[in-house]
C-alpha cells in the first residue's frame, strides 16, 4: 500500500481511497470501526461492522445502502472489495458506536478531508506531513529520506506498468510480491508474519537495508521491463522475477561481506500496539 492509501490515527492505520472524478476520500468503515472500538484483531472488528449493519437496517437507516464497496489491500497484500464510506456518511456512521473515540475520530475525519483540499493546491504539504508522522513514530532523518526515495522509485516501476497493459489492483499486487520473494526470499505476507505486523504498511516497519534492497529490485524491474518493452501480466513477471534476482544477488553478496542479515523481524510498532497483536 502507498502512503496516499493509508492514514493514521492513534497507531491505527485507516485503508483509504481518493475518487478523484468526486474530489473526495472514501475510507474502510472496518478500520474505522476498529478505531472507535479499539480492537487490533480484524475477525472481531469485521463480526462488529456486521452486526451493526443489520441493526442499522432494521432500525431503518439509509446509512449502509449509500456505502460503496471499492478494492482495499488486505494483510496478505491481495486486493478485496470493502465496504467503504466517505466522511460524510462515516460522521453519521460514528454517532451509532457508543465508544470514547466518537468526537475525536470525527474531528480526524473533518481534518483529514479539509488537508486533501490543501494537498490539491500544494502536493509538498502531502510530503512534508508524511515526514512529519514518520518523524512522530521516531523514524531516523536518514531513514525517512530512504523511504521517500523508495516511493519515488515504487512510483515510476507502478507508471510503467499502469502505460503497459498491468491491471492496478490484484496485478500490481502480484507483480509487487514476486519481485519481493525474489529478492528477500519471502513473500510480502510471511515477512509481514516475521515482523508480527497485520494491516500495517510493510515498507513502513523495513529497515534502512530492508528499503534500499527493496528499491533497488524495483529499480532494477523497471529498467529490464523498459528495455524489452515488457508488456501485460506475463511479460511484467518475467521482467519482476529477473530484477528480483539481481537484488537478491546484491543482498547476498552484502550479508557475506557484513555478516548481517537484511530481512528481519525487526518492526518499528509502539509497545501498546505490540501488546494488541499478540
Known amino acids: 500500500m502507498t502512503d496516499k492509501t493509508l ?3 492513534e497507531g491505527f492505520e485507516v485503508r483509504r481511497h481518493y475518487d478523484e472524478k468526486a474530489d473526495k476520500w472514501y475510507f474502510s468503515i472496518i478500520d474505522i470501526i476498529a478505531v472507535l472500538t479499539q480492537q487490533a ?3 472481531k472488528t469485521r463480526n462488529y461492522w456486521k452486526w451493526l449493519k443489520n441493526k442499522l437496517t432494521e432500525e431503518g437507516s439509509q446509512l449502509v445502502s449509500h ?5 482495499m489491500q488486505a494483510a496478505d497484500g491481495k486486493y ?3 465496504d467503504a464510506a466517505d466522511v460524510e456518511q462515516l460522521l453519521r456512521l460514528v454517532q451509532s458506536v457508543p465508544s470514547p473515540k466518537a468526537e475525536p ?3 480526524w475525519l473533518a481534518k483529514v478531508g ?3 483540499m490543501q494537498e490539491s493546491a500544494d502536493p509538498e504539504l502531502s510530503l512534508n506531513r508524511a515526514r512529519e508522522n514518520w518523524k512522530a513514530h521516531g523514524r531516523s532523518q536518514k531513514w525517512i529520506q530512504q523511504r521517500m526515495s523508495g516511493q519515488e522509485t515504487r512510483n515510476k ?3 510503467y506498468w499502469q502505460t503497459h497493459g498491468v491491471k492496478e489492483g490484484g496485478e500490481f499486487a502480484i507483480l509487487t510480491d514476486i519481485i519481493h520473494k525474489e529478492w528477500s526470499g519471502l513473500s510480502i505476507k510471511n515477512h509481514k508474519n516475521l515482523k508480527g505486523l497485520k494491516t500495517q504498511n510493510l515498507r513502513d516497519h523495513m529497515s534502512e537495508a530492508e528499503l534500499l534492497f527493496t528499491a533497488l529490485a524495483e529499480l532494477t524491474t523497471r529498467q529490464i521491463a523498459e528495455n524489452v518493452k515488457a508488456k501485460g501480466l506475463s511479460q511484467n513477471k518475467k521482467a519482476g522475477k529477473e530484477g528480483g534476482k539481481l537484488a537478491k544477488g546484491a543482498r547476498l553478496a552484502f550479508e557475506k561481506k557484513t555478516g548481517s542479515r537484511v530481512v528481519t523481524g525487526a518492526n518499528y510498532l509502539g509497545a ?3 501488546k494488541k497483536l499478540k
Open 7 to 9: 492514514a493514521v490515527f
Open 41 to 43: 484483531d480484524y475477525n
Open 67 to 71: 456505502t460503496n464497496q471499492l478494492k
Open 80 to 82: 478485496y472489495a470493502t
Open 105 to 107: 475520530v470525527k474531528q
Open 114 to 116: 479539509y488537508e486533501r
Open 157 to 159: 516501476l507502478t507508471d
Open 272 to 274: 501498546a500496539q505490540k
